[in-house]
């Protein structure tokens, strides 16, 4: 079955980066986009940007512009998510999810577990 | 960017009743681009209706989308335990990709 695995919670300092993995196996890794969405504390869910695993072509949303930056490895079937200059506002869970249909601009039928980055000094 | 307007924000309502949620969207969506998601606590998101009306895999018939253009709806005609949660509204029409508020669906 559709499997997205991330890697574990980090904590981080102020101006440090972050560098999240999301695992992906059950299926043909470059079928399908993979998005970034993210979750604060209390907070609704927010989109982050999307990644081609084909070629590895961007889309990230204007508020990450800049310090955000997905990659792919196509010899593991993992995505990953780096974010940058972190402040504690950038405190969130953070999840990888599969796109439905592998058109890119879709729904989300699989997502990861989630990875909690907790920005503190 | 498009703005998603879900309400109410909180809906109180008891096991068997019906449950009628709202997202409203900033501007018309082309091919009711709308998917409805359950989120529970310490969980990932679950995908329950997307173009608007399309049960995702696996979903109980209890859930059904409508609408078009700008006012969706979400409908969940008896509520059982597991059903109490928040849902999102999310439009795929255009980027930046959004999702609503949320609306929390409460036991009363």
């Known amino acids: 079955q559709v499997q997205l695995v991330q890697s574990g919670a980090e904590v981080k300092k102020p101006g440090a980066s972050v560098k999240v993995s999301c695992q992906t196996s059950g299926y043909t890794f470059t079928r399908n986009y993979i998005h970034w969405v993210r979750q604060a504390p209390g907070q609704g869910l927010e989109w982050m940007g999307i990644i081609n695993p084909t070629g590895g072509a961007t889309n990230y949303a204007q508020k990450f512009q800049g310090r955000v930056t997905m990659t792919r490895d196509r010899s593991t079937s993992t995505v990953y998510m780096e974010l940058s200059s972190l402040r504690s506002e950038d405190t969130a869970v953070y999840y990888c999810a599969r796109d439905l249909r592998g058109g890119g601009f879709d729904p989300f039928d699989s997502w990861g577990q989630g990875t909690l980055v907790t920005v503190s000094s | 960017e498009i703005v998603l307007t879900q309400s109410p924000g909180t809906l109180s309502l008891s096991p068997g009743e019906r449950a009628t949620l709202s997202c409203g969207a900033s501007?018309?969506?082309?091919?009711?681009?709308l998917a409805w998601y359950q989120h529970k606590p310490g969980q990932a998101p679950r995908l329950l209706i997307y173009d608007a009306s399309s049960r995702a895999t696996g979903i109980p018939d209890r859930f059904s989308g409508s609408g078009s253009g700008t006012d969706f709806t979400l409908t969940i005609t008896r509520l059982e335990p597991e059903d109490f949660a928040v849902y999102y509204c999310q439009q795929y029409d255009t980027s930046p990709l959004t999702f609503g508020g949320g609306t929390k669906v409460e036991i009363k």
């Open positions: 501007q018309s969506l082309s091919s009711s681009y």
